[in-house]
């Protein structure tokens, strides 16, 4: 199953370069990708904040300087311009040298920046929200191939779009058809098409990878499992054996070579006897346990030729080369029919064919708007859902099971309950009974009667 | 069904769509569309195809009745009986939750074909005796691309029957192994000397003596007449009267005072057989839940392990029912071993024993303490530790009572925890040997 992934690793790789090859093209007509993008937007947002800093400590101050001096804050406010903004961040005005020294002239500069940087930061937020979809979605792809999630390959794929969406709404050139085409096969090879039929590529073989790792995985990490098991088996019970010899073992060196740290079983085991308990006869236990469950395994593999292969469930390990066939033909029909579907769905032509729409909007200018998508989208992709409802209703695959117990076994069951019912009322009168016989045997005795050994031992006990 | 991952496709299908819409962009709307056909194309199909109803579970188990602390190995064949392949089913074999899993897992995740079946085992070490079930098992039915699943779960259970641990057994074995000193350490045959034919030593001949018991060579040896003594091994007739009241039950799950009772029981049973002893069980609480009389049949451990796996803690003891209920049923003089923490009222069990007494039989009480089994001490903030010691003492001297009284009668308590439990049990068998109680 692992050259089956890594083959299908290698098409996420080729369709994701591919995809990014294609933003990155359809996004470079609009001169978006300048490098130093995401520098100047750091650089900005600091300006930013020194002057809101700026701004904060004037009015705190000078409330203060009043409060407490009744004195004009003016040098102070032209102070903390010439210190916050000026010198640290590099805003001095063109034509201007040396600091400010006139408050009104601070104030109106602050204003002008504020309106300036702010203007900045928007302009190179888009420049610098692209770059980091961009990152964001390299990331994730990679995350994708090594841990093989699927979050990590929605993620890559939702980055990836994101970058269009926000270029869409910053009013930058994005893919797009002038005029949707009326024929499927302009369609089909349309570099639009090409670059959503791609897109969406990366996002099946993403998938198709991972459900080739997962599939295959289990059954290669079963495997890996029980040798680790095995061995650290084989290991406890020499150690086992070394203990009762007297010679003194490492637990932890044990633990690390073998894996025995994940085999809870035998650790608790191995630190019953090594760790900690005072009592030689739980050490026994430990012992004992691991021995039995070295002979129990021992005789399982000998007895039985298929044991190894049912305790890893190789035969569950499905062939590469009907993984290889299916995934390609599963993903083809899949394309086929989405591009398909997909064109019945949006084409005006189409729509204008089979909804029989009035003539004034079939040459209005809202049958050429996506919106139109939708008046066959919704039924039709609720009707896949309400199709595989009726089905799955029909053939009633959710019911759960009931374990069925035959009418005698019912009946078996219900007398048992009646009997133990009517043998415990039974106990209970007895037990009321001898109560109250007890009691008069009590009462008889304050009377004067002879008691006997055993009423005066009873006395005795509630004394 | 559309998994999580499926309803995200979803989202990610309708912000596309609905950004394309914005911004009258076919670009976006066109990969929304692909989005949200992908998901919901193939979703009848899966349907029509993921007849869950086809698979099929066969669990196998080499044993159906363990000890507790034994292992099992649990098979789990899956059948696929329908005409279509699955791509991805999951496959959870549960199993109680106090059993341990020793080797392997009880999961599996894998492609199955039409017609195939898929075998996967485990190996479970049994805790905790009882009754327990293997299964039910739990079906996940997966696309490919994970965004649709059926769920399904199988009922069919496998029992098993978990006899108390026979741990005690095996590690007296062991240490009566390692001194060299047969099967337990100062274990000693009760015998009555001056019968039978195994030889039990010399004494000096006294007149009226018969003349062939006289050894000839050792009287020689030492200068007086000296007979040779013969004894003959007599058995013991013992009932074990294990109280499963609630009361019983306190404690850490395995450490309870039930649970310590039950592998006396266990003990006490087995060390009657190997000496040809006879041995019953009463498993009781408001009403006899199983009686096991005194007996040396091959099956009889397994017919007391049975009667003892299935003890539970609850409702209250009736000392005086299940004692008329043995009473009844023995006729041979026998030794009662009550195993009762003595919590209920005491005029029970007085009367219970006076019965006993009445009826020629003996008994002894192996009384375990409560306190002694419930959390440790130390573990306590102060005034827990104030409460459980009042608690205790009030115990304590109810139990002293009761101890006294029935001293009066010959009838001993010997007052236990968890670590003399089976010491004691040992020691009294021994000790009921030796003095010759309860002979047949």
């Known amino acids: 199953m692992r050259i089956v992934t890594w083959i299908l690793r290698f098409a996420s790789i080729v369709t994701f370069a591919a995809m990014a090859f294609l933003v990155y093209s359809a996004m470079d007509v609009n001169d978006v990708w300048h490098w130093a993008a995401p520098y100047e937007f750091v650089v900005t947002v600091f300006r930013l904040l020194s002057l809101i800093f700026f701004f904060a400590s004037i009015v705190l101050l000078s409330a203060l300087v009043i409060v407490f001096t009744g004195a004009n804050p003016g040098t102070l406010v032209t102070g903390l311009y010439n210190t916050l903004v000026l010198r640290m961040w590099y805003m001095q005005p063109y034509g201007v040298r040396g600091p400010l020294t006139n408050i009104n002239q601070?104030?109106?500069?602050?204003?002008?920046?504020?309106?300036?940087?702010?203007?900045?930061?928007?302009?190179?937020?888009?420049?610098?929200?692209?770059?980091?979809?961009?990152?964001?979605?390299?990331?994730?792809?990679?995350?994708?191939?090594?841990?093989?999630?699927?979050?990590?390959?929605?993620?890559?794929?939702?980055?990836?779009?994101?970058?269009?969406?926000?270029?869409?709404?910053?009013?930058?050139?994005?893919?797009?058809?002038?005029?949707?085409?009326?024929?499927?096969?302009?369609?089909?090879?349309?570099?639009?098409?090409?670059?959503?039929?791609?897109?969406?590529?990366?996002?099946?073989?993403?998938?198709?990878?991972?459900?080739?790792?997962?599939?295959?995985?289990?059954?290669?990490?079963?495997?890996?499992?029980?040798?680790?098991?095995?061995?650290?088996?084989?290991?406890?019970?020499?150690?086992?054996?070394?203990?009762?010899?007297?010679?003194?073992?490492?637990?932890?060196?044990?633990?690390?070579?073998?894996?025995?740290?994940?085999?809870?079983?035998?650790?608790?085991?191995?630190?019953?006897?090594?760790?900690?308990?005072?009592?030689?006869?739980?050490?026994?236990?430990?012992?004992?346990?691991?021995?039995?469950?070295?002979?129990?395994?021992?005789?399982?593999?000998?007895?039985?030729?298929?044991?190894?292969?049912?305790?890893?469930?190789?035969?569950?390990?499905?062939?590469?080369?009907?993984?290889?066939?299916?995934?390609?033909?599963?993903?083809?029909?899949?394309?086929?029919?989405?591009?398909?579907?997909?064109?019945?769905?949006?084409?005006?032509?189409?729509?204008?064919?089979?909804?029989?729409?009035?003539?004034?909007?079939?040459?209005?200018?809202?049958?050429?708007?996506?919106?139109?998508?939708?008046?066959?989208?919704?039924?039709?992709?609720?009707?896949?859902?309400?199709?595989?409802?009726?089905?799955?209703?029909?053939?009633?695959?959710?019911?759960?099971?009931?374990?069925?117990?035959?009418?005698?076994?019912?009946?078996?069951?219900?007398?048992?309950?009646?009997?133990?019912?009517?043998?415990?009322?039974?106990?209970?009168?007895?037990?009321?009974?001898?109560?109250?016989?007890?009691?008069?045997?009590?009462?008889?005795?304050?009377?004067?009667?002879?008691?006997?050994?055993?009423?005066?031992?009873?006395?005795?006990?509630?004394? | 069904m559309i998994t999580q991952r499926g309803f995200a496709v979803v989202f990610s299908g309708v912000l596309l769509v609905t950004s394309g819409f914005v911004w009258a962009n076919f670009y976006l709307t066109t990969l929304g569309v692909y989005l949200i056909i992908g998901l919901v194309v193939t979703l009848p199909l899966f349907a029509l195809t993921a007849n869950i109803a086809g698979i099929q579970i066969d669990r196998e188990i080499d044993k159906v009745k363990v000890f507790s602390g034994d292992f099992v190995r649990v098979r789990v064949t899956v059948h696929n009986t329908s005409r279509r392949h699955f791509d991805f089913i999951e496959i959870w074999d549960q199993y109680p939750e106090t059993w341990i899993l020793a080797i392997g897992e009880n999961f599996i995740a894998s492609r199955i074909e039409p017609g195939s079946s898929i075998t996967f085992s485990y190996i479970l070490q049994a805790r905790m005796r009882g009754r327990y079930n293997l299964g039910p098992t739990d079906v996940v039915m997966r696309d490919r691309l994970g965004l649709h699943y059926y769920k399904r779960t199988l009922e069919a259970e496998t029992e098993i029957l978990v006899y108390p641990t026979w741990k005690d057994v095996r590690r007296m074995e062991a240490l009566g192994k390692q001194r060299q000193l047969g099967l337990m350490f100062g274990a000693h045959r009760t015998k009555i000397v001056g019968m039978g034919t195994d030889f039990a030593g010399f004494r000096e001949y006294v007149p009226g003596d018969p003349f062939r018991l006289i050894d000839w060579k050792t009287s020689a040896k030492r200068g007086d007449l000296v007979v040779r003594q013969f004894e003959q091994e007599k058995n013991i007739q013992v009932v074990c009267m294990v109280d499963t009241s609630g009361s019983m039950g306190n404690g850490y799950p395995e450490n309870t005072k039930l649970e310590y009772a039950i592998r006396a029981a266990v003990l006490l049973t087995h060390l009657g057989l190997e000496r040809k002893d006879l041995v019953g069980t009463c498993v009781f609480s408001e009403i006899v839940h199983s009686y096991v009389p005194p007996a040396t049949s091959p099956n009889h451990m397994y017919n007391v392990l049975e009667s003892l796996a299935m003890a539970s803690p609850s409702g209250w003891g009736d000392y005086e029912s299940a004692v008329s209920y043995v009473v009844e049923q023995t006729r041979k003089r026998s030794l009662f071993i009550f195993f009762t923490d003595m919590e209920e009222s005491p005029a029970p069990l007085l009367n219970a024993m006076k019965t006993i007494v009445a009826n020629g039989h003996r008994a002894q009480v192996i009384s375990p303490f409560g306190p002694w089994f419930e959390a440790p001490v130390g573990q306590f903030g102060p005034v827990e530790k104030v409460l459980s010691e009042a608690v205790s003492e009030e115990l304590w001297e109810r139990r002293r009572k009761i101890s006294r009284a029935l001293a009066k009668f010959n009838i001993s308590v010997v007052n236990v925890g968890p670590e003399d439990f089976l010491p004691t049990i040992i020691k009294t068998y021994e000790e009921a040997k030796q003095r010759g109680v309860a002979m047949f």
Not at chain 1, 246 to 262: E, N, P, Q, Y
Not at chain 1, 436 to 441: F, G, P, S, T
Request: charged share 25%.
């Open chain 1, 106 to 463: 601070v104030m109106a500069q602050f204003q002008g920046d504020l309106e300036r940087i702010l203007l900045s930061l928007w302009d190179n937020a888009f420049l610098f929200l692209y770059f980091l979809c961009a990152g964001v979605s390299i990331a994730l792809f990679l995350q994708s191939l090594f841990r093989m999630e699927h979050k990590y390959a929605s993620g890559a794929f939702v980055s990836m779009q994101l970058i269009l969406i926000l270029a869409a709404f910053r009013g930058h050139l994005i893919p797009n058809f002038e005029v949707f085409p009326a024929d499927f096969l302009v369609f089909l090879f349309h570099p639009v098409q090409i670059l959503a039929l791609i897109s969406f590529a990366y996002l099946e073989t993403s998938y198709q990878m991972i459900y080739s790792h997962s599939v295959g995985k289990p059954v290669e990490e079963r495997e890996e499992t029980l040798r680790k098991q095995l061995l650290a088996l084989r290991q406890a019970t020499r150690k086992v054996d070394a203990i009762e010899r007297g010679d003194k073992v490492s637990l932890t060196a044990m633990s690390r070579s073998s894996g025995a740290t994940a085999f809870s079983f035998l650790r608790e085991a191995i630190e019953r006897k090594v760790v900690g308990s005072k009592d030689a006869l739980e050490n026994l236990d430990a012992i004992s346990d691991v021995r039995r469950l070295q002979n129990y395994v021992d005789d399982i593999l000998t007895s039985d030729s298929r044991a190894r292969d049912e305790l890893t469930a190789k035969a569950a390990s499905p062939s590469s080369g009907y993984i290889i066939g299916s995934t390609i033909m599963g993903s083809a029909i899949r394309f086929l029919s989405v591009v398909a579907v997909s064109f019945l769905l949006i084409s005006p032509s189409v729509l204008t064919t089979i909804l029989n729409l009035p003539i004034g909007i079939q040459n209005s200018v809202e049958i050429l708007q996506p919106e139109m998508t939708l008046l066959l989208l919704v039924p039709i992709a609720l009707l896949f859902p309400f199709a595989a409802m009726v089905i799955t209703w029909f053939s009633k695959r959710e019911v759960v099971e009931e374990p069925k117990l035959s009418k005698e076994e019912e009946e078996e069951q219900k007398r048992h309950k009646r009997r133990i019912e009517q043998l415990k009322k039974e106990a209970k009168e007895k037990r009321r009974a001898r109560e109250k016989a007890r009691k008069e045997a009590q009462k008889r005795r304050e009377h004067g009667e002879e008691k006997d050994e055993w009423d005066k031992a009873l006395e005795e006990t509630y004394r």
